[in-house]
Each structure stands twice: as C-alpha cells, then as structure tokens.
C-alpha cells in the first residue's frame, strides 16, 4: 500500500449525512470542514472535547467534564456514550483540529498491516494499530478510555507527530480486524479448547468417552443374564440410594444456604473497570427491544461498558431489528464463524477475543437483570478470594402467570437459584452454572479455555472446568428474569437439550475418574457425580420408579399371595423413593417462592409427579438426542411471553424506560 494512499482517504474532509442536532447543541456538523483549526492552549479539565466545543451546547461540555472525572475516564467517551455526538463525529473531527487523517479502514488490504492475525485481536482491546505507509509506519488510533487524551497532551509538545497518526472508530478497527483476521477468530471460537485441551472437549472422538458407559451397560446385560434377580435388586438398591443422595444434597444446600455472610465492598464510580457483557442472538427479532432497554437500565456507567452481540450470518431479521434501534457505543454486533457447530458457545467465544473488560458477563435474549447487577457482582469479587473466578446471578422466571408449566418453572427456579446453589456456593463446591448471569473474571475464563463450542450446556461443564482448576464460584443477590416457555413442546424441547448437556459434561469429565477425584477431591467429585449425573439419573430412574409402583398397586400385586417379602421391600423402596423426592423438591421450592413472596405458583407443586414424568421423557429423549445427533442445539423462541412479574415491580422502584 502506497503512502499516498492512505493519507489521501485519511484526510479527505467528507462529514457524515446525519446527524440530528438537539436544539442548544451548537452549529450543525456541516460547518465541521470550515470550523478554525485551532486549538485553544490553556488549561482545561478535559482537552480531548476541546475540537467540539463549538459543536455543543457549553452545559452539555460542562456536565460531560464533570461526569468524566467523577467516573475516571475521557470526556469524548462521555459525549459519544450519552448520544451527544456519534462517535465517528467526535473523532473526524478531532483528527480535523489537529490535522490528522481519517480513514474507514475499508480499503486498506490486510498486506498493509505487518501484524499477526493475533496482534490484530489485541489492537481491538487498546485501539492502537500500525499500518505500513510506503518505508514508514502510520498509527491508527481509535479513541478508547483516556486515549484521546494522552493524544492531545502528547501532540501538544510535538506538533510534528500528527504526520504519522491517522483516526479511525473503535467500530471500524473491529471491522477491520474482523474481515482480516476471521479465520483465526473462527479457529479460536470453534477448536481451540479441543486442540489445546482435548480431554476436556466433547469434540473429541466420542469412542474415548464412551468406554465406561458401554463397559458398564455389557457388564449389567451379563449380571441380568447370570443373576437376574440378584441383579434387578442390586440395580433398584443402588439406584435408589443415588436418587436419595441427589435429595440428601439438596437439603443440605438448603440448610445452609445464607448461613456464610459476604462482607460488603464499597466502589466507587471513578474505580470501576470496564465491564463486558455478551449476548449471543439468534432468531430474536422479538426479544432484542426489550433487551437493549433492559441493558440501558444498568447502573453502571455506559462509558465502562462493553457489550457485545453476537450474530449468525444468515440471521438477517435479528440484524434488521438491531439495526432499527440505530445502536452506538457501548453496543458492538460481531457475526458469529460459520466454522464448527451451531451452538450459543461458539458464538460467545467469537465474541471474546475482542472484549476489553476485565470482567464478562453472559446474558440471554430474553434476560432482564436488576440494574444493581453488575455492581453487586463486582463487590463479591472484590470481598472475595482471588480465587474466585465466577458469580452467578439468581435466576427467575418472569412470565410466572403463563400458564402451569411457567408456574412450575418459577417454583423449580426458585428452589434451585435462591436456595440450593447459594448453599452449595458457601461451601465452594463445584457449581454447574445457570445458563445465563454468569459473571467471570475474563483472564481466568481465558485460562479455562472459555466455552465448549461442542457442549450444549456449556454453563455446566465450564463450571465444572473451573472447579477443576481450583477455582469456585459464588452466588450474587441479584436477579435476572427469564422467560419460560409455556407449552410443553418448546419446554420438552428445551428440557431435552439440558438433559444432553449434562450428559455430554458427564461424559467428557469422567473420561479419567481417577484425574477428576484429584482435581475435585472426594466432597467435589461426590457433588459432580449427584449434581451432574444424579440430576439425569433421578429424572430417568423417575419414570421407572413411577411406572414399576404404579402398575404394581394397580394390577393388586402387591397384595396377591405370591408376592414375596423381598419384592414388598423394593416396592416400598420405590414408593419411598418417590415420595421423598417428591418432598425435598417441593419443600425447596416452597422455601424458594416463600422468599420470591410468590406463594400464589405454591398450588402448582401438587403436579410435581406429573412434572417429573415430563422431566423423565425429556431425560429420555436426550439420551437418544445424545446418540444420534449430540451437537444439534434445538432453539428455544423468545418473546411469547403474555404476562410479567417484573414490569409492576420496575415501576415501584422507580425504574421506568
């Protein structure tokens, strides 16, 4: 790439067609190209928006200083993050006082740029690039926290540098790396985990895993055909001991939940770092208003804030609706690789390589957390350990009045997030993350390879990961609501591929016992194998239970006079299995909507047999997904919802869009 060529597109004056001028806001851009090119000299709070000080009102100028210092980062980043001034705007016309160029980023050939695909990724997070201009070296800058600010100061005592430095948008500079360095992004998102650390990723060859599950099933066929009886009984005993494990270990996550208190860290705004979200989309035209308003509502300082959307290629009516809402910092859209699986994790691992925050949280379309989230989870990372690499936010279903299966949904939630896992938590045992909330700190989500792209419950199995590592997790008391969905095909559905999930993280961990029991140690792995597997298991073992005892007392066979005592014992174990699932669950999840202050969806746990019939079929079903297509991800579609739980209680606090 020639010299000239970049400095001819950089310097080329062209204003932006639009920009909507707010009255009081100053002359409109067009005079831009005839302002005075000067730059005033003395002292001011922030010189980095003294190129638009003309532009604006001189109370937006001031209120955009103040808030700049209050918060410890560039008044340029204040103006574009409140919409005072788009971000292309700001920086045209910095570049033009100072007579710098700027550039799109567009024309310029990958050639042109002597760094690595990898070095590329990183320039994103600091928006510094080099570009080779004939035999010299040009700086790209995209103003990002205090860049513009140490430009100015520096530009000040050397004027001549202006020659050698060209402007860009931290939009086009990820374009621009995007289009460049995609096949190394779609390498990373797709097979990274499975190269660097293949016994972790259920993208290995799936015979390795498969071993103790066939070894077990040939051992089971070849007691039952020598000892069947011997057999059946052995097989009912030990699976109803591991079904009453499972419900031991939810009562003690239930007695101790809230018994460990979190010593509280006060920050203040000019401390807080940027903080990254992710959302991957797919087929959310729907959900995406709701979304975006929702993340507005954040309480945390737009200009520390880096949220990412992630996007299929061929979802255009998701783009479109994203489009429509004319999005600008602090909201990017990244196209997810077409390279590897279809799958939520792959499309947060493109998304990764380019975030700037030093932590991340993951959120759904269909997410709506409170807006003292992230400063909650930041103040649990703060008070905690350095070994604590992820909080997770309590999940609630907000569509409660839907129907009886979003009821029961509240309920179940209710148990799980607000009273099992926090009590699981305290004790740092290994946590199976929720799919969404999840806040990380991002170089330890690095170092645990991020996200299995292959794994369709990749919440469960990168908590498992962590635990592995010797990290752990917390649970913040902060919500996010979800919607549920409220007929039983979008539910089976759903069901059906966290059920797989748990199968595959199952699976991919226990491909070395012996590996895992020293990384989780005897409480840990005891954990994974009644929280991961146990969770399975009691859905299946369920419909067995279920079906054995109710065509026992219905056909009168356990009272017909050839019944033997033995067979009186596992008929009462089975009923005594039943039942006491039946009341751990429903106990939790009355403990749990007790504190929702829910109790008007308490009616619905007298469906819980019926429930967990439907819980066993999607177990079921899973296991024959697991077989024959383990990687597809069946979609669940969002904004259906006819009711909400949460809207009423935005108004009561004063939170209104």
Known sequence: MRNSHIRAASRDPAEPRTWHAKAGDGPPPSRWPHAPRRVRHKLAPCPEIDCVRHLLAPGTIAAAELHAIEIGTGADRVLVAQGAIPDEHYVRALAFSFGCGFDSLLTIPRNACPASDLELIEATKSGILWLAAGHRRLLVLAPQHLTARCFVSHIRFNPSLAADICFTTSQNLLSFVGRHAKDTVAGKAAFELAAEQPELSACSDRSRFSILPISGCLAMLAAITFAPALTTVTI???????????????????????????????????????????????????????????????????????????????????????????????????????????????????????????????????????????????????????????????????????????????????????????????????????????????????????????????????????????????????????????????????????????????????????????????????????????AVLAAMVHGIFAVALGWQIASGWLWAQKSELGDILIAGLHGITLVTGYFISGLLALIGLARRRLMSCAWTLLLLPIYWLLLSVAAWRALLHLIFEPHRWEKTEHGLARTSRREPRLERNGYTS
């Open 236 to 534: 009912d005993i030990a699976l109803a001991l591991i079904f009453l494990g499972w419900t031991a270990l939810r009562i003690m996550g239930a007695l101790t939940a809230g018994l460990f208190w979190q010593r509280q860290v006060s920050i203040a705004d000019s401390e807080l770092p940027v903080y990254s979200l992710i959302v991957a989309l797919y087929q959310e035209a729907a959900a995406v208003r709701g979304l975006v308003e929702s993340l507005r509502a954040l309480d945390y300082p737009p200009e520390k804030l880096d949220i990412k959307f992630v996007l299929e290629a061929d979802d255009h009516e998701t783009r479109h609706a994203l489009t429509t809402l004319n999005l600008a910092a602090p909201f990017t859209v990244i196209t997810a690789p077409e390279e590897g699986p279809r799958t939520k994790p792959k499309a947060l691992n493109a998304a990764l390589p380019f975030v700037r925050g030093s932590y991340v949280a993951v959120y759904d379309a269909e997410d709506r957390p409170d807006p003292d989230q992230l400063k909650k989870a930041l103040q649990v990372f703060r008070a905690g350990h350095l070994k604590l690499a992820c909080v997770q936010a309590r999940l609630t279903i907000d569509n409660s009045h839907d129907s009886w299966l979003t009821r029961m949904f509240t309920a179940e939630y209710a148990g799980l997030f607000d009273v099992f896992l926090p009590g699981i938590a305290a004790w740092r045992l290994p946590l199976p993350l929720g799919g969404s909330s999840n806040h990380f700190r991002a170089s330890i989500l690095r170092e645990a390879g991020a996200w299995d792209p292959y794994n369709v419950t990749e919440d469960a199995d990168l908590g498992m990961r962590l635990a592995r590592l010797g990290y752990h997790t917390a649970v913040v008391d902060s919500t996010t609501y979800e919607e549920a969905p409220s007929r039983l095909t979008p539910w089976l559905r759903q069901r059906t591929r966290w059920f797989k999930g748990w199968m595959q993280t199952w699976l991919v961990h226990m491909r070395h016992p012996v590996r895992l029991w020293r990384d989780l140690r005897a409480p840990g792995f005891l954990v994974f194998q009644l929280v991961v597997g146990g």
